[in-house]
């Protein structure tokens, strides 16, 4: 539901500088002799805001809505067509209703009104005419370059549809059917826990290729019934929805209607259930999937049900939900906060801050609160934080498919989002009025934030180690592996257990191996009876026999053999660091498959570094580093390091350091292939570490991931952001 609501009007405080203020009064002496009325049409509507009552006008030609609190609402019921603005002023200056010297700031306060396009003010000054075409003009280009990521597309006027069908679905809105929801939001929830052991498994695949046209179709069907939801939420307390249409998010369609109308009603509760309407609709889908995927026997039926419910629910909270994101729940947390426009409001703290932190610009009081402001400032941070983190996330995962793309887009979007900061800024310290009584200190802020700033960013080191991700082993590690297909019957050895050479790890099951050997064994005994019960005489069946003889003893070594591999041994001395769980007993095990590692020697951390994290790491053979096993905060270590070499492996066998656990290592996620030269660094731990921490002691630890940091070579900020933009360039260029 698009935000249409604008701040409340608040007059300006008075200049400082002198000439400034003299142009002023030359302008407001001309607005003294202007009549002006509110427009007719706008339609007013009184709340009540935080317990006070504030005045909603509501502009039916743009839909937007404006709050005044009562003081302001009582200067604009004044204005008059039989009256000029100065007649205006001295009539609510003798009545007290405003102040006498605050002649100025009533005029700044009809210039925003006029501003607003609430009033009937008949001003023809070309220049400011001008200036004002000239700065729409160019945020309409800024808003065409940048946002082509987010296209809006007004399609129809859907309030006639709407007023006709509110029959069919004011039901939705009754408290018995609010009732029913609750009953069966609950029933989702036990049924969603119930199974959960089954949850996990489709989620995984549910990105698959095969999914995607169903997921595609499913997200436009949804984000339809969910602005339907807003839609008629606002038409069941009398609203009115002018406008439905598309947006294309990233090349996908999704559907929006303009429901500010609601923001004009009376009772705040109204304004909450239009508000969550949309995300009211999809639940009950949401619920109703649930119970398909539950419970229905068509496993193509369950499937599509549980992308429903994917689409329908977890991306409702992820995205709708969420109060960083200019939807649902962004104006519903306005609402409960009390505050209409909050981006822009907090937008506006934020600014106030760092103009009186830099430059010493104390903004008017205001009414707001400690606590308001300080929310305001902590949406206003996290939401910028979060719109750059979402942007630049959708550009590298569009430059890993389509680099050229995905580098174009975080590039201009970087260079736009740069130029349009500074060109703000240097305008504001340089040339705007506010800053005109401390040009000096703003030249020299202006000096600082451009030039002095972007030049110790490359003297400035960058601060801290290289953190880099390492596992837990041995100087020697075997793997013991199932060598012939088996049902898992048996395991003989526990983590921590010594083993020798030879020794019985598993027993495995395969009854056509078993049987493959007692036919065996049967038939070279039958060769053997007939070969000894024939007499001398037979010298040619004899002869006959002895090649079946000699097979079947070959045979019959080959089946002992295999027998044999259905006991798996250890092939090497030591420990047993990992063993296949008791609850894998009656799993088939394929050929190849881990069942068991044996470790021995000393202790030791390994790590791999990419070429980037080699040249920036400043070690040699014998230096010690710190390490951290992930899990356990309380174990910090020290390794020496004794070997450095290439990598030179097809198979990355560590998956807990690839960028499929989170990490920095790419592979390839089918092959495991590294995709770019890797360096193996291994340190052994030491020993006074290990005499005083048990925990390092436990031999099931092989494997455990660590954090290992080591020390940086000297490169200033600019120069590593300058390298790792080029690094990725270079690495989804030749990834494509």
């Not at 498994?201 to 549910?206: A, C, D, M, N, T």
């Not at 619920?287 to 994917?310: D, G, K, M, T, Y």
Request: with cysteine.
């Amino acid at each position: 539901m698009p935000e249409n609501a604008t701040p409340k009007t608040e007059p300006t405080s008075q200049t400082e500088n002198g000439d400034s203020a003299t142009a002023s009064n030359d302008r407001f002496e001309k607005l003294r002799q202007l009549r002006a009325s509110l427009r007719s049409d706008l339609t007013i509507t009184r709340q009540l805001y935080r317990g006070e009552p504030v005045y909603l006008i509501h502009d039916p030609v743009n839909f937007k809505n404006h709050r005044f609190s009562m003081a302001d609402y009582s200067v604009v019921t004044n204005f008059r067509e039989d009256l000029t603005l100065g007649q205006v002023f001295e009539k609510l200056s003798a009545d007290g209703t405003i102040d006498q010297a605050s002649e100025e700031s009533y005029f700044r306060f009809v210039m925003r009104l006029h501003a607003l396009n609430m009033l009937t003010l008949p001003i023809n000054n070309g220049s400011d005419l001008f200036k004002r075409s000239e700065a729409t003009e160019k945020a309409m280009q800024r808003s065409k370059l940048t946002g082509f990521l987010f296209i809006k597309i007004p399609l129809t006027n859907p309030d006639g549809f709407l007023a006709r069908t509110i029959p069919f679905f004011k039901w939705i809105f009754s408290p018995l059917f609010l009732a029913v929801w609750l009953v069966g939001v609950f029933a989702a929830g036990i049924v969603l826990f119930s199974h959960s052991e089954n949850f996990f498994e489709p989620l995984s695949g549910i990105l698959a290729a095969k999914n995607l046209p169903f997921l595609w179709l499913s997200l436009i069907g949804l984000k339809v019934w969910h602005e339907l939801g807003h839609g008629y939420a606002c038409k069941f307390f009398g609203g009115r929805v002018p406008e439905m249409g598309a947006m294309l998010l990233v090349g996908t369609p999704a559907a929006y209607v303009d429901a500010s109308a609601a923001w004009a009603f009376r009772n705040r509760w109204q304004r909450v259930v239009v508000i969550l309407g949309g995300m009211y609709f999809e639940s009950i889908i949401a619920i109703l999937a649930i119970f398909v995927w539950a419970f229905s026997p068509n496993p193509f039926l369950s499937s599509c049900a549980f992308q429903l419910f994917a689409m329908a629910g977890m991306i409702t909270v992820l995205f709708n939900a969420n109060p960083l994101m200019r939807y649902d729940g962004y104006y519903l947390l306005g609402e409960f906060l009390g505050i209409q426009n909050l981006r822009p409001q907090a937008t506006k703290q934020l600014n106030k801050i760092w103009k009186y932190l830099f430059l010493g610009i104390k903004s008017p009081s205001d009414s707001k609160t400690t606590k308001e402001k300080f929310l305001l400032v902590s949406f206003a941070l996290a939401s910028g934080i979060y719109k750059q983190f979402l942007i630049f996330g959708i550009a590298f995962m569009l430059a890993y498919k389509f680099p050229v793309i995905g580098i174009a887009i975080a590039g201009f979007h970087i260079s736009m989002t740069l130029y349009g900061l500074a060109s703000k800024l240097l305008k504001y310290l340089l040339s705007d009025p506010e800053t005109e009584s401390i040009r000096f200190r703003a030249r020299l802020t202006a000096a600082s934030v451009f030039v002095v700033l972007p030049a110790l960013m490359f003297v400035i080191p960058i601060p801290g180690g290289v953190g880099i991700v390492g596992v837990l082993g041995f100087e020697n590690e075997a793997i013991a592996r199932a060598q012939t297909p088996g049902f898992l019957e048996e395991i003989e050895v526990k983590p921590g257990q010594a083993v020798n050479v030879g020794q019985s790890i598993a027993k495995t099951q395969n009854i056509d191996v078993t049987e493959a050997l007692l036919q065996k064994q049967l038939l070279l005994q039958s060769n053997l009876l007939k070969a000894k019960s024939l007499s001398s005489d037979s010298i040619e069946v004899v002869a006959k026999l002895e090649p079946l003889i000699l097979q079947g003893k070959s045979d019959v070594r080959r089946a002992v053999d295999a027998h044999k591999r259905l006991t798996i041994r250890t092939m090497n001395p030591g420990r047993v660091a990992r063993v296949i769980s008791q609850d894998q007993i009656g799993r088939m095990l394929e050929v190849g498959e881990e069942v068991a590692v044996i470790v021995d020697g000393r202790p030791l951390v390994t790590a791999w570094l990419t070429e980037e994290d080699l040249n920036s790491s400043q070690f040699e053979i014998g230096s010690k580093v710190k390490f951290r096993i992930h899990g356990r905060s309380q174990v910090d270590g020290v390794a020496t390091i004794y070997k450095v070499e290439p990598a030179k492996i097809n198979r990355m066998n560590q998956l807990a350091v690839t960028q499929l656990a989170g990490e920095s290592i790419l592979v390839d996620p089918e092959t495991m292939e590294p995709k770019e030269q890797l360096f193996k660094v291994q340190m052994l731990i030491d020993g006074e570490l290990l005499d005083n921490n048990s925990n390092l002691k436990n031999w099931i630890d092989r494997g455990a991931k660590t954090s290992v940091r080591f020390d940086r070579k000297y490169e200033s900020i600019g120069s590593w952001i300058v390298r790792r933009v080029h690094g990725f360039i270079k690495q989804v260029t030749v990834d494509s």
